[in-house]
């Protein structure tokens, strides 16, 4: 590995970390990218080398996060659907810190519609559909009020035990959405 991929990695680990902290201390919205090149200790050119801002920061952080999220599930297609969310909550424990700053109450609102927007496209895919169903949205809706309770309360059930309980609410979601086409 060269040194300038290492350099260029160390930069990026210390610009996130400083950006978990200073939601948790400040609030997404308030943040600029002086602080959290400051906390950091990292110079304004480092930060713009990587990032346009900000927001660029949080969504190749988030997509990098889903990206071995959903690769995993990949690997292995004919994983049942309790298994891949199980795993999805897997994913939401082992990176709380950044989920809980960016959903809770310092957190994005643009985040928060970015991931609601993610979580009903992954429960699309797995869905017959009409146009313009509804279901997919629910059932992303129920998902991220489920981790932003679950973020909230300290992930005091184990992600093992969210996971069930959600798949079950989308169980009975899908199943009357069904009876009601019929």
Known sequence: MSREN???????????????ELIEEHGFERLTVGQITERAMVSRAAFYRNYRDKYQLVEQIFDEAMGELLGTMTDHPGT??????????EHIDHYHRLYGALLGSNGSTW????????LADMTAQHLPQAP??????????MFLQAIIWWLDTGRQIPAREIATQTAGLASALIAEAGNDRA
Request: a positive charge; zero cysteines.
């Open 6 to 20: 290492v350099r260029v990695r160390r930069t990026r680990t210390l610009l996130r970390q400083a950006l978990v």
């Open 80 to 89: 049942p659907a309790l298994e891949r969310w199980i795993g999805f909550f």
């Open 111 to 118: 985040f928060t519609r970015r991931m609601q927007a993610t």
């Open 132 to 141: 313009g169903d509804l279901v997919p949205t629910l059932l992303g809706g």
